[in-house]
Structure formats: C-alpha cells, structure tokens
C-alpha cells in the first residue's frame, strides 16, 4: 500500500437536496452534504432520523424520492453501475460463506471482479491482520475477525469509498480499537473514504476526522473533530489558582465565574496570557491552566436536545 497524505479535491459523495418518503412519511428531507476525501466521515443521528436509509441510497439498495447522490461524480440513480464499481460496503453484518475459508471466502468475490489480483488479496490479508487465521474457516472466526475480514472483502477493489453502517456492534474493547486503527490507517495508506455510523460517540470522536449530525431527517451540523483549532476563537479556559474568588475580582462582572474550586474565563489564545500576567502580578499562585472542550456527546445531547441514537 501506498502512503497518500494531503489528499485535497472533489468531495467522494455528494449529496444534492435528498428526500426520501415512504407512503406519506418523509423519513430524510433535503439531504445536502459533501463527504471530502481520504476522511473517516461519521454519521450521527437520534432514533428514527434517517441515517440507515441514507445509507440503503448511498449503495443503490433504496432510490431517492427526490435529489440525488453523487459517488466520485457519478449519479448513483442514474449511473448506478460506474458510481457503485467506487463504493465497498458493509451494511449490517458481513455476510459470508462459513463453510469456507477466509481466504476462499476473498477469492470468491475477486472472481467476481476482473481487476482483483491474488497479490491484492495477500495485501488486503496482510493490511487486516488476517494472517494467522485467513485459512480457517470462518464459521470459526469471532465476530471481531468476520468484521475485520468483511473490510478486507469491501477493500478489494480498492474503492473511493467504504461505507460501514454500526461496524462496532457488538465487538470488545480490543475489537473496536484494532478496527479503528485499520480504518485510519487505511484513509491514510490508500486516501480511502471512511463513511460510517456508529452509536458509540465516544468511539467516532477517536475515529472520526468529521462529523454529520442529522436529526428527524434534516441535517443538522457538520463538525470537524480533528482539524486545526481556531485560536483566535474565544473558547472557556480554567485557571487552578490558590484563591479563586480573589482572582475572580480581577476581571470584573461578568468576565468570568468560580466552578469547581477553579477560576472559567472566556477568552482566546492571546487572553490566556494576558490573565496569567493579571493573576501572578497579583500575587494569586497559578498551578494549572486548562481549555476546556465539550466532548461529542456533550455538543450531540445539545443539538438534538438529548436525543437517544441508535
């Protein structure tokens, strides 16, 4: 595998003003997203705010009642076969023949595809971790190796992008990291996008590069989890000073607040030095400084107005 870095371009999908409704229910309404390349994209929502139906028109197996889904420019209702030969998926849980192999198993589906060569499959086994195990059969695979060998079947091809929906269901603890690890290892080796859905939120802001939030079937926000902060940006700062309500005088009313034992100042990058040289001018002891950050399901329970996820 080729290491790809900077990966810059067209987004992977596109999706311009998607509806879907069934009978008089409209389950998604005015989808508009673009999915950047060579990103783990994650997909968020509460019950019943779409994301499995978005997902099922993403990989042609429901059509949109309105709008359309562009995979690498191609329309998935219009040019179905040239937008899907872009597209690996796993919906649900891998399927695959038990009685065989995990290694006839990645046979049978390169057959299937003229441009699959056995070095690919060696490749795909090697990049997985399969080695140890791909000859055994996979009614004897855990259910961490069958997903880990669903992935290396999605792969193959080497597609734009590989669309997981709850590929942590059910896995431990080891599980869950080990395919964390392969998903950004292989945005990073390969500039494959990731576009996956999950209901563990603190797992996606771990895997996730970017985020979606829908809910009710409307977009709601895109997040990015781990680009560059904005330091300009005025963000909370905790300051552990040894007398807190003193150091709070310092900034006047309203300036900042005393919560747990600790002095909160909004302020940004150039602030937080300024209310150090105040605090230690004033001979108040400063033994730590801290910006705080809400976590992604702080930022998810805030937007959907604690809303479950499925």
Do not use: W
Request: with cysteine; charged share 25%.
């Amino acid at each position: 595998m080729n290491e790809t870095s900077g990966i810059v371009g067209e987004p992977v999908v596109r999706f311009n003003n998607v509806v879907k409704r069934i009978g008089r229910k409209t389950i998604i309404e005015g989808l508009t997203l673009d999915v950047p390349p060579g990103q783990v994209f994650g997909f968020l929502g509460p019950n019943g705010s779409g994301k499995t139906t978005t997902i099922r028109m993403m990989t042609g197996l429901m059509a949109p009642s309105a709008g359309d889904i562009l995979v690498c420019g191609r329309s998935i209702t219009r040019e179905f076969e040239q937008a899907i030969s872009q597209v690996g998926a796993i919906v649900e849980n891998p399927e695959m023949y038990g009685f065989l192999s995990g290694y006839r198993n990645l046979q049978q589906y390169a057959r299937m595809r003229a441009d699959v060569p056995k070095e690919r499959i060696d490749e795909v086994v090697r990049f997985m971790g399969l080695e140890h195990r791909i000859r055994d059969k996979v009614s004897t695979y855990s259910l961490g190796m069958r997903q880990r060998l669903g992935v290396a079947q999605a792969i193959l091809h080497r597609p734009k992008l590989l669309i997981l929906d709850e590929p942590t269901n059910g896995l431990d603890p080891q599980g869950i990291r080990e395919l964390r690890d392969y998903l950004r290892e292989l945005t990073r080796l390969e500039g494959t996008t990731v576009f996956v859905s999950s209901h563990l939120l603190s797992e996606m802001e771990l895997m996730c590069d970017t985020v979606a939030i829908i809910q009710a079937g409307r977009l709601i926000d895109v997040r990015e989890l781990h680009g560059e902060t904005d330091l300009e940006a005025a963000v909370e700062v905790a300051f552990e000073v040894d007398r807190p309500e003193e150091a709070l005088r310092l900034f006047g009313d309203g300036a900042g607040e005393i919560r747990e034992s600790r002095l909160i100042v909004k302020t940004n990058r150039e602030g937080i030095a300024e209310a150090n040289r105040r605090l230690v001018q004033a001979g108040i002891a400063v033994y730590g400084i801290r910006m705080l950050t809400r976590s992604l399901e702080d930022q998810f329970l805030e937007m959907t107005g604690g809303g479950h996820i499925v």
